[in-house]
């Protein structure tokens, strides 16, 4: 019998020649990520590979006997929606209402949730969807932690019995460690945001349901993905204080600033997937754990993580990039 991961990794393989194949002299203008001053790569590359990523991930799931709609349909949905901002785009309302009609519809299909928390978690799985297109600006960095992160998903909840969410969880995981032929440095395609942004949705949607159905501790996406939350949190708040526009493109991501100091985007790149497999496999080892032995591995994780965003906060002082 066919591995639903396996198949997922051949069909995004192979959706990498079907994405690249459209690129006719014609389009080609309209879906290439063309480099300025604010990029980290140097010559234009197609930004369609969130299409193949997709394409497969939904193919396989439908071969497998497909997933929760109420995951599934809105995350197609918004690769709609950004597709249309990869080749012209879209303005900010337009783009915001999708994503909350996507958080808002995924939750009013899995609740109740109480009255309170409803608003948070629209905002967390907003906040989780633009995350993923801030974090996805170097060669290889979205989509290995893609791999990682929902590989993580997909053993816990196939370890709780939940074959449902196991197999989206997996089937996205393959797709990711396809797209990443075509993605790692030197990359070939990149993700684009009709990649990301469902991505994101993806990451806050199953960890959401996953805390609802009783799978993990609600505090187990976030060990998951840390090192993406971390970077993006301690980034925009920064901004925020230095009262910066967190609205406008910019380089000063923590991943961006390594490579600006010299770091290569496969450096980058390796030492985030180990970083990643690190909170992850310790967040799959902690969720049944005693709550003492929990609290403390999160609080060190976060002493960990700070410790390292502290240490490129001071090489980058010293860095003459930093007056660019």
Not at 37 to 64: I, N
Not at 226 to 246: C, Q, W, Y
Not at 296 to 310: C, F
């Amino acid at each position: 019998m066919i591995n639903p991961f396996v198949a997922a990794i051949v069909a995004c393989t192979l959706s990498g020649v079907f994405v690249r194949g459209l690129l006719s002299a014609r389009l080609a203008g309209l879906v290439l990520d063309v480099p300025n001053d604010r990029s980290l790569h140097e010559r234009p590359v197609p930004r369609t590979g969130g299409v193949g990523l997709m394409l497969a991930a939904a193919v396989t799931l439908l071969a497998f006997g497909g997933g929760p709609k109420a995951i599934v349909v809105p995350a197609v949905a918004l690769a709609g929606v950004f597709l249309l901002e990869d080749v012209n785009s879209l303005p900010v309302l337009p783009r915001f209402i999708a994503q909350l009609a996507a958080a808002i519809g995924f939750l009013a299909m899995t609740g109740p949730y109480a009255i309170w928390l409803f608003p948070l978690l629209v905002v967390g799985i907003v906040w989780s969807a633009n995350l993923y297109n801030f974090m996805d600006g170097s060669n290889g960095l979205a989509g290995g932690m893609a791999l990682i992160g929902f590989a993580a998903y997909a053993i816990a909840a196939a370890a709780e019995g939940d074959a449902e969410l196991a197999l989206l969880a997996a089937v996205i995981a393959g797709a990711a460690a396809g797209f990443l032929v075509w993605n790692f440095d030197p990359a070939r395609i990149f993700l684009g945001d009709a990649g990301s942004i469902p991505l994101g949705f993806l990451a806050a949607a199953i960890g959401v349901l996953g805390w609802h159905r009783g799978l993990w501790p609600f505090w187990f996406p976030a060990l998951v993905f840390a090192t993406f939350i971390v970077d993006s949190g301690l980034t925009l708040a920064k901004r925020i204080v230095h009262r910066e526009n967190p609205f406008q493109a910019h380089r000063s991501h923590y991943y961006q600033r390594l490579i600006r100091m010299g770091w290569s985007h496969r450096r980058l790149a390796l030492s985030a997937y180990a970083l990643m497999a690190a909170t992850s496999l310790s967040a799959l080892w902690l969720r049944n754990a005693a709550l003492p032995i929990r609290l403390l591995g999160v609080v060190l994780w976060g002493g960990v993580i700070a410790a390292l965003a502290l240490a490129i906060d001071r090489r980058w002082r010293a860095s003459p990039e930093r007056g660019r």
